[in-house]
């Protein structure tokens, strides 16, 4: 298959490269210019194509059978305005939805994120994707503003769509600042971690399976009966931040010792954030 990506030089993107090459498929990869690089070495590069999402032509997608659309902005911890994001994450996205239209694509498979539930995704125990998007903050509105836009545009044109939410995704190449990073960092220098008391439960998936989980798409966006197909990424195996820590605390064989309860947990903290999750 031959698939047109955005993202291929963010975290999750670098690993669906890797796999998607792997898997005999065959890439263009859209980056901003030349100095844009992958999270990792890659095997086997794609075709690059160095242009911001608002300038890509139908001409650059013609070879192309799906849109694997990973690229988003204002990912947290890093900082966001709310222009910027619905920017990049609707407005952009609509322009590459429109144009992949014009060049004949039928499938478009697609990254959302767990935030778009917000406060929905309280009222649940696990959270099924028909859940009401409550989203707070401009990334996690502009996510779900933009996954209500790709149902309705890709349904009104007979695109396929599988749309992805992602939940807690970790693992090598990750935002430094975020808990996986900032926990492995310590271990390896042999320095004390400080932690909150580590209750909140989450789903925590490795990126390795997300990416996973977006090859399987590439397999059933022809196959599906629906127009447009939306599900949680997660593993299916809640866990406490604190079990999880401790966990790869121990895996990374730290010297230093894990603070468990040094940190308050931040105002109305969020104790349970936890998908339904549906296998293909």
């Known amino acids: 298959m031959q698939i047109f990506l955005t993202g291929g030089t963010g975290f999750i993107g670098t690993h669906f ?3 998607a090459h792997a898997a005999g498929h065959g890439v263009i990869a859209l980056r901003r210019n030349p100095k844009s690089k992958p999270k990792m070495k890659l095997r086997s590069e794609p075709v690059w194509l160095d242009k911001c999402i608002s300038e890509v032509s139908s001409q650059d997608m013609l070879a192309c059978d799906v849109i694997v659309h990973l690229a988003s ?48 995704g309280l009222r649940y125990d696990y959270i099924p994707v028909d859940a009401h998007l409550e989203p707070k903050g401009a990334y996690a509105s502009s996510k779900a503003a933009a996954s209500i836009a790709i149902r309705s545009f890709t349904e009104s044109v007979g695109m396929s769509l599988i ?37 909140q439960i ?76 549906k296998t293909w």
């Not at 910027?84 to 697609?110: E, P, Q, Y």
């Not at 935002?175 to 909150?196: C, H, Q």
């Not at 990126?207 to 997660?234: C, K, P, T, Y």
């Open 17 to 19: 490269l890797k796999q």
């Open 73 to 120: 902005f204002g990912v947290s911890p890093k900082p966001s305005s709310w222009v910027d994001c619905f920017k990049v994450n609707v407005s952009d996205t609509m322009h590459l939805l429109k144009t992949a239209n014009a060049a004949g694509i039928r499938g478009v498979i697609a990254a959302g994120s767990c935030a778009e539930y917000g406060s929905g």
């Open 163 to 199: 749309y992805g939410r992602i939940f807690s995704a970790f693992g090598e190449g990750q935002f430094e600042k975020n808990l996986w990073p900032s926990l492995k960092k310590s271990a390896l220098e042999g320095s004390d971690f400080e932690m909150t008391p580590g209750e």
């Open 202 to 277: 989450r789903d925590f998936i490795r990126v390795e399976d997300v990416a996973g989980w977006f090859i399987q798409a590439l397999e059933h966006i022809s196959l599906q009966s629906e127009m447009s197909s939306f599900r949680n990424v997660a593993s299916g195996n809640p866990i406490s931040i604190r079990e999880f820590c401790e966990n790869w605390w121990q895996k990374f064989e730290a010297k230093g010792k894990l603070l468990v309860g040094a940190l308050q947990y931040r105002d109305a903290e969020v104790m349970r954030y936890v998908p339904e999750v």
